[in-house]
């Protein structure tokens, strides 16, 4: 695709209930990362892929978030038990290569937990 | 301490002014330096990288002093199209993780 698309783009979750998030990267990206943005604050980092390797999870809040990218294309983050504190904007970004820093991100998936 | 700090603003200049953001970032490994763009309630955008010998994009000009461990972005000729939250980034030696301030929001008046 043109750009790194993710869904869904708005989800209201009650407290407890577990959710799944989206992201198709830029077509050939190796890199993709998931990043954490809560209101007035910057992306914060949440997790690395390398095709479908895992390389670093060490911005996972905590053990109720798992990232997965079986296929090393279409990633998923899921969420379970949700807080009120995992409301946030969840941001996925792709990148060409492993040597490219900065990268493109998608429009994020904006999750309301209630 | 946060690892990259910014001052969140916001800047009100009008139309056709020069202003200028700082960033400070702790990490004195930190390798690659980025400013990116970010309008409300949208993804942040890649504005430009920072180069040690300073990069000018048009209107735009970035630089880094890692004496001080700072870098540094000037708008000149500002447009009300300015007008957003700029975020900075830094990343260290061996991680592909980018670390953001909390942004600086820009409000350009008529």
């Known amino acids: 695709g043109a750009g790194v698309s993710q869904s869904p783009r708005y989800k209201v979750a009650k407290r407890g209930q577990d959710v799944a998030l989206r992201c198709d990267p830029i077509s050939g990206h190796v890199s993709l990362f998931w990043y954490q943005q809560a209101l007035g604050q910057g992306p914060e980092f949440l997790t690395y892929?390398?095709?479908?390797?895992?390389?670093?999870k060490s911005g996972l809040p905590s053990d109720r978030f798992f990232a997965e990218r079986p296929e090393g294309s279409v990633s998923t983050l899921k969420i379970q038990r949700t807080q009120q504190e995992d409301s946030a904007v969840y941001l996925c970004?792709?990148?060409?290569?492993?040597?490219?820093?900065?990268?493109?991100f998608g429009s994020g998936t904006r999750l309301t937990v209630v | 301490r946060k690892e990259v700090e910014q001052d969140p603003g916001p800047f009100n200049v009008p139309e056709g002014a020069t202003v200028a953001f700082n960033c400070t970032y702790s990490n004195s490994a930190s390798q690659s330096f980025f400013w990116y763009r970010q309008d409300c309630r949208k993804e942040p955008k890649l504005l430009m990288s920072v180069y040690s010998s300073g990069n000018e994009d048009g209107r735009f000009t970035a630089q880094l002093n890692r004496a001080s461990q700072y870098i540094s972005l000037l708008i000149r000729d500002s447009k009300l199209s300015d007008s957003a939250t700029y975020l900075c980034?830094?990343?260290?030696?061996?991680?592909?993780?980018?670390?953001f301030g909390s942004g600086t929001r820009l409000q350009v008046q008529p």
């Open positions: 892929f390398q095709n479908e390797a895992q390389l670093d």
């Open positions: 980034a830094v990343n260290s030696a061996g991680r592909r993780a980018l670390t």
């Open positions: 970004a792709s990148s060409v290569d492993i040597t490219t820093a900065g990268y493109t």
